[in-house]
T-cell receptor
Framework: EVQLVQSGAELKKPGESLKISCKGSGYNFGSYWIAWVRQMPGKGLEWMGIIYPDDSYTKYSPSFQGQVTMSADKSISTAYLQWSSLMASDTAMYYCARLAGSQYQPFDSWGQGTLITVSS | DIVMTQSPDSLAVSLGERATINCKSSESVLYSSNNKNFLAWYQQKPGQPPRLLISWASTRESGVPDRFSGSGSGTDFTLTISSLQAEDVAVYYC??????????FGQGTKLEIK
C-alpha cells in the first residue's frame, strides 16, 4: 500500500526557519515525483512545486519560487519542504502528494498534511 | 496558467438524488495525439487530505464507488454523483495536469445534504 506520512503540526514565530517532511512507503520512492500543495485556512488547493527524489530535480510554481525550498533524500524515502524565514501568511496546511507517473499525471496518493501556524 | 472554474461554489442535494458539479478550463486540456483529457477530480472531506476520485476526465480510481462518474472533453467537464450518500459530503476540486507541472485546481465546490 502506498503511504505518505508527514511530520507533525508546527507553531512558529515570524522570522523562524522550518523544515517539514514527507516519508513514502509501499513503492519505489525515488521513481515518482512528489508534489507539495498549500491549503490556506478555509481556501482551496495551490500547487507549490514538484521534486523527483531520484535526482532531486525540482520545478517550482512561480508563486512559490524563492519562498520555499524542496529537497529529498531517497535513501530514507523522504521529501522535505523548508522555509528560511516564515511569515504569518505562511500559516496553512501543507500536503505532499505523489504523482501517478510522469509530470503529466494526477496526484494519486496524499499525505495527511502538516499544519503550520505562524504567529507572534 | 490554465484557469479552472467550477460551478456552483456550493450545492445542497437530498439523499439519494443526483449531484452535478461542473468544471471549465480556460484552455483545452485534451491532448490530441492520444485523445486524453488531462483532468482529475478530487474529494476532500472535512479534516482529511484530498483523495483522487477520477483521472483522465472519466476514469474512476480503484475503490471509488460507481455512483461517481466523470464526463466531458476539451474545456467542459462534469462530476456526477448519481445517488447522493451521507458520506459524500465534501468539497470537490477539479485539476488540470495538461500543463504539467503548472498544475491548477478549481476553486472547489462544497457539497452538502439538503
Amino acid at each position: 500500500e502506498v503511504q505518505l506520512v508527514q511530520s507533525g503540526a508546527e507553531l512558529k514565530k515570524p522570522g523562524e526557519s522550518l523544515k517539514i517532511s514527507c516519508k513514502g512507503s509501499g513503492y519505489n520512492f525515488g521513481s515518482y515525483w512528489i508534489a507539495w500543495v498549500r491549503q490556506m485556512p478555509g481556501k482551496g488547493l495551490e500547487w507549490m512545486g514538484i521534486i523527483y527524489p531520484d535526482d532531486s530535480y525540482t520545478k517550482y510554481s512561480p508563486s512559490f519560487q524563492g519562498q520555499v525550498t524542496m529537497s529529498a533524500d531517497k535513501s530514507i524515502s523522504t521529501a522535505y519542504l523548508q522555509w528560511s524565514s516564515l511569515m504569518a501568511s505562511d500559516t496553512a496546511m501543507y500536503y505532499c502528494a505523489r504523482l501517478a507517473g510522469s509530470q503529466y499525471q494526477p496526484f494519486d496518493s496524499w499525505g495527511q498534511g502538516t499544519l503550520i501556524t505562524v504567529s507572534s | 496558467d490554465i484557469v479552472m472554474t467550477q460551478s456552483p461554489d456550493s450545492l445542497a442535494v437530498s439523499l439519494g438524488e443526483r449531484a452535478t458539479i461542473n468544471c471549465k478550463s480556460s484552455e483545452s486540456v485534451l491532448y490530441s495525439s492520444n485523445n486524453k483529457n488531462f483532468l482529475a477530480w478530487y474529494q476532500q472531506k472535512p479534516g482529511q487530505p484530498p483523495r483522487l476520485l477520477i483521472s483522465w476526465a472519466s476514469t474512476r480510481e480503484s475503490g471509488v464507488p460507481d455512483r461517481f462518474s466523470g464526463s466531458g472533453s476539451g474545456t467542459d467537464f462534469t462530476l456526477t454523483i448519481s445517488s447522493l450518500q451521507a458520506e459524500d459530503v465534501a468539497v470537490y476540486y477539479c485539476q488540470q495536469y495538461y500543463n504539467g507541472p503548472r498544475y491548477t485546481f478549481g476553486q472547489g465546490t462544497k457539497l452538502e445534504i439538503k
